[in-house]
């Protein structure tokens, strides 16, 4: 063993030590008080599984316990596990990870495209748009290395399946999914299409349980959010009279992502803040290292990675914004800004109400929502401290809210895997599921993000859509996904659909009150062939087999509609 290799080891001890002594110091600050609500130890690993991970079975919730509660709860706020086996499927979509101005040059515009071959002769403008052209484009591309945007999204959107259903840290991925959502960008909008991969994974990603004001900084720098509300192209007034101001993001920071929209802003606070923003605006991805930057830096430009802000178009008259003034301070305005939004009592109060939506109830209490405000200012915005109080309070087990909130159709569908231990070999298929159910992930083209409460995922025609799914589920039907059915069944046939129903139900939904679930659906099995009738009730020509469907004739046939049965019950569709 060389020095080298010992210095190695040393450091690896010394980091594994420091790593467990901060979780030890994160679990003394937990002391869950399920007690005092009357919950068992295992009704409570059961409500702290559905509210912090996308998915669990009975294995699960017995190994939560004897790990013991606030443990569990430490490490999944530490978020650093290692997973070899996750990272092994993520190879398959590196280039998410890869850097805006990587990405700028591998999946170019199509018209970024077209205008480069024309440039180099290969094509004529009058060859532009006349039918056939897409296979020379295609072998333009080829040649040149690049690739399709479809492709650099279907990367993107598999990546997100597979991190939700195999990703030891769960909370970070349903807090980066939370943030995601509440920083909304869509590939709806054109422009910033190559850069919400990097947004969620040097944007969102690392700074979930961190400052909230860090977060919102690094959002307001992403070129996905300067060009989705388009702060980009805001400048301020010309000499020639002209106006350039834009107040899209102004807007929406002050309504959606600080204060809320009962903030006490007004439309001039909205101006003031579009005011103090512009020449906040992207980097020039074609010149990122283009001469005279340096120059331009002395005049005031400045750069933070594809962050760049222009003096040049930068409004310098004074600006008040919640009676605070801003002037001559060019691109430092801007900064000031986003710390004072951060610390507002209203912003305190917003974003924990979003957080107890999130993972309390959908109408939370006013006192848990007031104990987890007054954590986010006495920490300046701790985003892990926040969640902390939240799940120290009794508010958090009270039993009314057990099982109150109604899972996404992505919830649905990646809980149906995890507590299968499905194998995902389509994870592009088995979004396409989550887009027929109704949630078309980062295509929400409203800046709000998809809404956080049941009634907007409930009704008639979506129950039908999430019973479709659990039974082409649990017969591997065009779902991407591969099961064992005998697996939750220790390997052995069961004495009866009864007996497979109770023991699905067991493993599936523990803690649950199993006569009762069984005295809803076991009528059900008697219905000749189930999933046909659920499939010409929703006309669906997609749904594989949906046409002429055969008998039930095999113990697998009959499983799968046990376990599709199982899927599509109220109690699963709740966390």
């Not at 290692?82 to 515009?109: C, G, H, I, M």
């Not at 991805?285 to 933070?304: D, L, T, W």
């Not at 994870?427 to 078309?440: A, T």
């Not at 009866?496 to 599936?508: E, G, I, V």
Request: glycine share 6%; hydrophobic share 40%.
């Amino acid at each position: 063993m060389n020095i080298r290799h010992t210095i190695f080891l040393c450091l690896s001890l010394v980091l594994s030590l420091l790593h467990q002594l901060a979780l030890a110091q994160r679990a003394a600050k937990l002391s869950f008080p399920y007690a005092k609500e009357g919950l068992t130890k295992e009704e409570a690993a059961v409500h702290l599984l559905s509210r912090f991970s996308y998915g669990y079975n009975a294995a699960d919730v017995k190994e939560t316990m004897e790990m013991g509660l606030e443990k569990w709860f430490a490490e999944q706020l530490a978020g650093s596990e290692s997973d070899t086996t996750l990272a092994r499927r993520l190879d398959a979509f590196k280039d998410v990870l890869k850097s805006n101005q990587e990405l700028y040059s591998l999946y170019p515009k199509a018209f970024r495209v077209r205008r480069q071959a024309i440039e180099e002769g290969v094509w004529s403008k009058d060859s532009v748009g006349v039918a056939g052209n897409s296979a020379l484009l295609a072998e333009y591309m080829a040649s040149k290395g690049y690739k399709r945007e479809k492709e650099l999204i279907d990367q993107f959107v598999s990546a997100k399946v597979v991190r939700a259903v195999y990703s030891p840290n769960q909370l970070r991925e349903l807090m980066t999914d939370f943030w995601f959502n509440h920083f909304n960008v869509s590939f709806s909008k054109g422009e910033c299409t190559t850069f919400i991969p990097n947004y969620e994974a040097a944007v969102i990603r690392p700074n979930v349980f961190g400052q909230f004001l860090d977060l919102l900084t690094a959002t307001a720098q992403s070129p996905a959010m300067l060009y989705y509300l388009d702060n980009a192209t805001s400048v301020a007034a010309t000499k020639n009279g002209r106006k350039g101001l834009n107040e899209n993001y102004a807007r929406e920071l002050l309504e959606l992502h600080t204060l809320g929209v009962d903030g006490g802003y007004t439309q001039q606070d909205v101006t003031e803040v579009a005011r103090v923003l512009t020449g906040w605006t992207v980097k020039p991805m074609a010149e990122p290292n283009r001469k005279g930057n340096q120059k331009a830096k002395a005049g005031g430009r400045r750069e933070n990675g594809d962050f760049l802000f222009k003096a040049a178009t930068h409004d310098r008259g004074t600006k008040t914004v919640l009676g605070q003034h801003f002037s001559n301070q060019g691109y430092d305005e801007g900064l000031q800004l986003l710390a004072l939004l951060s610390e507002q009592e209203a912003t305190a109060q917003f974003i924990s109400r979003k957080l107890a939506i999130r993972f309390v109830a959908d109408t939370p209490s006013t006192v848990l929502v007031d104990k987890m405000a007054k954590r986010f200012l006495d920490t300046k915005g701790n985003i892990a401290e926040v969640l902390v109080t939240m799940v120290n309070a009794r508010e958090f087990w009270d039993r009314d809210v057990q099982r109150t909130k109604v899972k996404t159709p992505f919830e649905l569908a990646v809980s149906a895997a995890r507590s299968l231990r499905g194998d995902i070999n389509d994870p592009v298929k088995f979004n396409n599921w989550v887009s027929r159910m109704g949630e078309k992930k980062f295509y929400y083209i409203a800046p709000t993000g998809f809404p956080d409460y049941a009634a907007y995922w409930i009704n008639s025609g979506s129950l039908l859509n999430r019973m479709n799914f659990g039974l082409n589920f649990a017969n591997e039907k065009s779902t991407g996904v591969s099961i064992d059915l005998l697996a939750p069944l220790s390997f052995r046939e069961p004495e009866s659909m009864r007996d497979a129903l109770k023991k699905y139900s067991n493993n599936m939904l523990p803690a649950v009150d199993t006569e009762r679930l069984l005295e809803r659906l076991e009528p059900l099995l008697t219905v000749d062939n189930l999933q046909a009738r659920v499939g010409r009730k929703l006309n669906d020509a997609a749904a594989d087999g949906s046409k002429g469907q055969r008998k039930n004739k095999g113990t697998q046939e009959e499983l799968a509609q046990v376990l599709g049965l199982i899927i599509g019950s109220p109690e699963f569709q709740r966390r």
